[in-house]
């Protein structure tokens, strides 16, 4: 993509959405942070209906290491590799507590210390609750930024490194959820929707897909 494209591609996805969202449900940084951890080949959909009945519950790193393990389980069982998230986070819980008072810490590199937490994850967690202008690059991102022309890469590090520089300063904040958006819904994996894409004019994808 040309670098003169990169500033009408935003603006387009912004006027259509000025202040996207992410699509998990939470309402502390904790909750956050355990529903991105919960969502690892998951979809937002299965996490929400499992977090739905959890967080009303248990939602503090204590109240998760009261459940236990088992109960934990009970809670997640309808999400994918259940099992090994349920002890991802109740380690990452024990060292909130342990090494941060029970609080999320603000630092990539202190989350992504936490068991279960990944690059990814500690982006998502920094922009959406501590309103960082971080890439945090999933398979829709991914997707996107290579084929657009955007911010091609091969590895997803390479791709958010691509985005931090690429991406206008205006745009930095929203621009993660703006790319995981179109990517879910418009720009999706098997057949990309260009027929009815605000943003195909900037595109470099070749040849673009008719309408069915």
């Known amino acids: 993509m040309k670098k003169e494209r990169i500033e009408p591609f935003f603006a387009t996805l912004q006027a259509a959405n000025p202040e996207p969202e992410t699509e998990l449900e939470y309402s502390t940084p904790f909750e956050l942070l355990a529903a991105v951890l ?94 960082e202008p971080t890439m945090a690059v999933d398979t829709h991102i991914f997707r996107v930024s290579n084929r657009t022309g955007l911010a091609p890469g091969k590895t997803p590090l390479e791709v958010e490194l691509k985005l931090e520089k690429r991406v206008p300063p205006a745009y930095r904040l929203h621009a993660h959820h703006w790319l995981i958006l179109h990517g879910r819904y418009v720009c999706v994996a098997r057949k990309p929707m260009c027929w009815k ?3 195909a004019p900037y595109c470099d994808y070749k040849p673009k897909t008719p309408a069915p």
């Open 38 to 131: 919960l969502s690892a080949q998951a979809t937002d959909v299965g996490v929400n209906k499992a977090t739905r009945k959890l967080f009303p519950v248990a939602n503090t790193p204590q109240a998760i290491l009261d459940l236990g393990l088992e109960g934990l389980e009970d809670y997640i069982k309808t999400i994918g590799l259940y099992r090994s998230k349920a002890k991802h986070l109740m380690e990452a819980c024990r060292m909130l507590i342990e090494q941060h008072g029970g609080e999320v810490p603000r630092t990539r590199a202190e989350l992504e210390a936490l068991p279960g937490v990944g690059r990814k994850t500690a982006n998502v967690v920094l922009n959406v609750a501590f309103g």
């Open 197 to 199: 894409c605000a943003v």
